[in-house]
DNA sequence: AGATTCTTTTTGACTCCTCAAAATACCCGG
DNA sequence: CCGGGTATTTTGAGGAGTCAAAAAGAATCT
């Protein structure tokens, strides 16, 4: 019953309110759904007038409950099928966002069952990022960054907080996925740079900005 | 490029003429697309100014060989899509065709070529409907049907023209399925009844409606 | 032919979503 | 406490697609 403009608009409230404020701003949200903020503050009154958001005019908007569960449906959705794309059909990781974006928007509940078990029921997608379960739960961890982690320690990367295709294409080829084992051996924050070593790339140094997507944690025993 | 809409007109405009005349009616496009005729006079407009179709005011509407392009990609996305559900996520064959529908619009080429090879490359889908192929090539073979087809001899069905989920679902059931082997016990078009022997189920009766919608071929040497 | 019926087209209105540009409210430094 | 700068809201307009109802055109029957 939700136009995909409806899902979109709130599935980018809970991304961001996920990461930052719990009250979200009508500028972010233009910039993240590529709209201008009119068009978004007279959006956001209609979903008020349906009960999916809450509007504190001026200030921001808020999911209600309803709206909450909507949105945590798109995002699985959207993370079930990026993980289907990747781990099935073999597509770039660096693509599979764009195809999901769409595809969210028409994966039935049928669909995403058998979806979500040909792929053993998994908890993240490819990204790292968590995959809200069919109850609507949504675990999202606290991280260290490669901007914020110790240094000199093995760690593990756990999720990349992008999604453009550039970084992410970068990113493989530098052997920074879920899942890679590193460490940090510089981090000079004069210079904003953050130098690593990968198991399996070697040396090879980041912005902090960009180190900052990266979240890992110390990798357990080997 | 091109609407959902858009695309569901052209690919109606698609069927509509594969099964019969080669100009089609706004009546019979407002029927399939369940519009209004009024809106169909409206949209053919818009879809001749745009060079998609060419419309004879009062009489029908025909594709363009871009129009045709564009409703060929639909419907090899739409078929090829089925042949994934029912294939790889095991779904009900009666239920495909209403998710496809969706699907078929955003669905991009890459995804599809990967389907296609995860599929095998199928030349028809779950109902036995040719799928395009990537160029454009559609076998559209003209066979008997069980209401016309020689009777006492041995057959094999190879297609099914209907995706109403509640013909689909009693063709399942009584083992009505592409590929089945069978032969027409009697036919009585008095009483519009035709009565079937199938290997699988027994004998059946259906009326001559139903019985026209299925397509056999004679049955190859066992 | 003349009247009746069916199909197609036209007209006017509506929903949903969007933008450009103007108006308004808010915040922050001086 | 005032003036600018920034974010938000309002206003007016437009595209896409739809419907209801009236008008027009064709076909069919007697
Ligand atoms: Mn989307
Ligand atoms: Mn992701
Ligand atoms: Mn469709
Ligand atoms: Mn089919």
Redesign the interface.
Known sequence: MATSTVENYLKHVLLLSESGETLVSMGALALALDVVPGTVTTMVKALADEGLVEHQPRHGVRLTPDGRRVALSVLRKHRLVETF?VN????DWS?VHE?AE??E????D??LD??DA?LGHPDTDPHGDPIPTRQGKLKSQVYATLATCVAERPLRIVRILEQSEDFLRYAEQNGLLPGAALQVTDRNLMAGLVTLKTDAAGSIALSLAAAGRILVEASKAS
Chains 1, 2 share one sequence.
């Open positions: 794309l099935v059909l073999k597509m693509k195809e769409q595809l928007h028409v994966i039935s049928e669909v058998r979806l040909l």
